[in-house]
Structures are given as structure tokens and as C-alpha cells.
């Protein structure tokens, strides 16, 4: 699900995607309460692999949206693919000493963020040359 988040404030944009992991964690206390323990153990690692932080992944969007307090929208979207790069470097090294799907799923969903946002980089250049020449 996309949602637009250009207008939102930093402060929403944080909740909103912590809500992400804050619910899996939630469902995996009530779920480890009714003793569902393999439902709850799926919840914890959902959890946890959500707060990776590289885009498109929740953590790596409130990792954006706290570089975007101290920074333009520009330079947020070009850290965040140097943090995704950095990421991919790391998850290659581990792959060496251990291979297995779940890493080469880090890298593809790294890869994605930083399709996604070289698109923000190039969207944000259009909007903003747009608006120029309206007011001209």
C-alpha cells in the first residue's frame, strides 16, 4: 500500500511507520498470552526484520523521515541510498561466511529502496522545476 506522505509532518510520518513494528510486537505479546507460540514468534521476527534500516522497509523510513528533520528531502532520499548500498555491502560479506535466501532477500529488497528512491530524487527535481516555471 502507497500512501502519500509529501505533506505529512515528520512527527506523522514516524508514527505512522512505527506503527508497523509496534503492531507485531503487540500481536506477539497477546499472541505468547494465549500461548499461540509459533503466531507469536512470526510476529517478533516480522518485527524485528521491519526495523532494517533500508528503504522500502519501515525502518528505513524512519530513518528518512529523521534525516529529513535536519536535511532537505533531496539529501535524505541520497543518504538513504548510501545507507542501502553500505547495507548490501555488509549483507554480501555475510553471505560469504553463510549463505542463505533470507540474506539474498536483504539485497533485493535493498535494491528496490534504492530504485524507489532515485524515482523520490528524480520526482522531487520535477515538482520543484514545475513549480518554478508556474510562477513565472
Keep these: 500500500m ?7 509532518a515528520f512527527y506523522e510520518k514516524i508514527i505512522l511507520y512505527a ?3 509496534i503492531i507485531n510486537v503487540f500481536t506477539y505479546k497477546i499472541a505468547k498470552i494465549y500461548n499461540f507460540e509459533i503466531f507469536a514468534i512470526i510476529n517478533f521476527y516480522i518485527a524485528v526484520l521491519n526495523i532494517f534500516p533500508i528503504i522500502p522497509l519501515d525502518g528505513g523510513n524512519i ?7 535536519f536535511n ?3 539529501r535524505a ?10 547495507f548490501i555491502l555488509i549483507i554480501c560479506i555475510m ?10 532477500s536483504f539485497i533485493i529488497i535493498s535494491l528496490r529502496g534504492i530504485k524507489e528512491e532515485k524515482n523520490n530524487i528524480l520526482n522531487y527535481k520535477i515538482r520543484k522545476t514545475y513549480l518554478k516555471l508556474i510562477k513565472t
Design 63 to 69: 530513518l528518512k523521515s529523521v534525516f529529513e528533520i
Design 19 to 21: 506503527s508497523g513494528p
Design 72 to 74: 532537505n528531502k533531496l
Design 2 to 8: 502507497n500512501i502519500d506522505t509529501i505533506d505529512m
Design 95 to 104: 553471505m560469504f561466511q553463510n549463505p542463505n535466501i533470507l540474506k539474498f
Design 77 to 86: 532520499s541520497k543518504i538513504m541510498i548510501c545507507v542501502n548500498y553500505v
